[in-house]
């Protein structure tokens, strides 16, 4: 294996707030897919099946290598 296929849900409810769901990590696309459809059909994602997304992280890489900040406090 040199892929994992992370599903999320994510979508901004009506006061503007990001509402983001980890569903889970597979370790093919078409298992993802396979759960992307099956999810679609649960009441907590039902009002917007269009707002799943599928990435894929190569393992032993960095997946993130710009853009990062700092928070001042």
């Known amino acids: ?3 994992i296929f992370e599903l ?3 979508y901004k409810d009506e006061d503007g707030d990001d509402i983001a769901t ?3 990590v597979y370790s093919t696309r078409e298992k993802a897919e ?3 459809e099956k999810f679609k059909k649960h009441p ?3 009002d ?6 599928i990435d894929e992280y190569r393992l032993d890489e960095d ?3 710009e853009g ?3 928070y001042e406090w």
């Open 44 to 46: 907590k994602f039902i």
């Open 8 to 10: 999320t849900h994510f």
């Open 63 to 65: 997946n993130w290598t």
């Open 22 to 24: 980890d569903i889970a």
């Open 1 to 3: 294996m040199k892929s």
């Open 68 to 70: 990062f900040f700092t």
């Open 48 to 53: 917007h099946p269009d707002d799943f997304n």
């Open 34 to 36: 396979q759960a992307l």
